[in-house]
């Protein structure tokens, strides 16, 4: 080792260390985000199978649609019903970080059972 190379392992060594640290940061973000986003695409599917039984059942489906979505940690924004068809978008927000702060919308649409085509009768003729 040369004389003018001393301390350069050192230097180098605590770069890596500082790179690493904030990729593990941005790997911790992106990971919660995807979780919030799968969060709310749960709530969605949820409120929106709600609101489709309710309305079935002659309640009001956009407040049960509304009471599924804030118990699964999301906000509706809209809800929309079409005889017992339900389209909702369920939003969320993640708490600011580094000054950013972010938050997703996913939007789901349920209908009741007898609302799909049967299709072809089997057998029948």
Do not use: F, K
């Not at 979780?35 to 009001?60: F, I, N, P, T, Y």
């Not at 940690?73 to 929309?80: I, K, M, P, Y």
């Amino acid at each position: 080792m040369r004389r003018g190379e001393r301390g350069a392992v050192t230097v180098h060594a605590a770069t890596v260390a500082t790179l690493l640290v904030i990729a593990a940061l941005v790997a911790v973000q992106v990971a919660g985000l995807v979780r919030m986003r799968h969060r709310v695409a749960a709530a969605a599917d949820l409120a929106a199978l709600a609101g489709s039984q309710a309305s079935a059942a002659g309640e009001d489906g956009c407040a049960a649609a509304r009471a599924i979505a804030r118990r699964n940690d999301a906000r509706l924004v809209s809800c929309r019903m079409d005889y017992d068809v339900a389209t909702v978008t369920a939003r969320a927000e993640r708490a600011p970080w580094w000054g950013v702060a972010w938050s997703t919308e996913q939007t789901a649409r349920a209908a009741p059972d007898y609302y799909l085509d049967p299709g072809p009768a089997s057998g029948a003729g």
